[in-house]
């Protein structure tokens, strides 16, 4: 999970055990609506956005190894939304790993079961599998999966 989100839930969790003291508990008058109204923002939609991308977050490996992808050992996390879900999945992980090491481990054909290495550019990697295609981008601290399972 993204270290900077989990920062993000305590803050805004925090905050909202805050203001929740404050409007609710003490009945404080001086803020009035505009307290109780940050609370429910604060609690009703920030905190369960955020706690559902973590969740996201957190079964971001897992989808990627449904497919036949197995996740690099140097994975740290995965970063912000791009999880792995919905019907064109992008994965971001965020890695300390050497680039050249990753396309090396993902050349190898028992960490992409069942799809086969089509093309190669630049930091870049093309698998295919039927009607399926994977691209695999790796940058200096970041590696990108990418499926599109509608091609024609």
């Given at each position: ?10 803050l805004i969790v925090a905050l909202a055990a ?58 740290d996390a995965s970063v912000g939304v791009a ?70």
């Open positions: 999970m993204d270290p900077a989100l989990l920062t993000f839930l305590g805050l203001l929740h003291h404050v409007f609710v508990v003490r009945r404080a008058d001086d803020a009035g609506a505009q307290g109780k109204a940050g609370l429910l923002v604060l609690m009703a939609i920030l905190i369960p956005v955020v706690v559902v991308t973590l969740w996201h977050q957190a079964g971001a490996s897992a989808r990627l190894a449904e497919i036949g992808f197995a996740p690099h050992p140097a994975f999880s792995g879900t919905g019907g064109h999945p992008v994965w971001v992980f965020s890695t300390t790993a050497d680039p050249e090491s990753i396309l090396a481990f993902y050349r190898q054909p028992g960490n992409h079961g069942g799809w086969s290495l089509n093309s190669e550019a630049s930091r870049m990697l093309v698998f295919g599998r039927g009607r399926e295609r994977a691209t695999l981008t790796v940058g200096r601290e970041a590696v990108v999966f990418s499926v599109d399972t509608a091609r024609n």
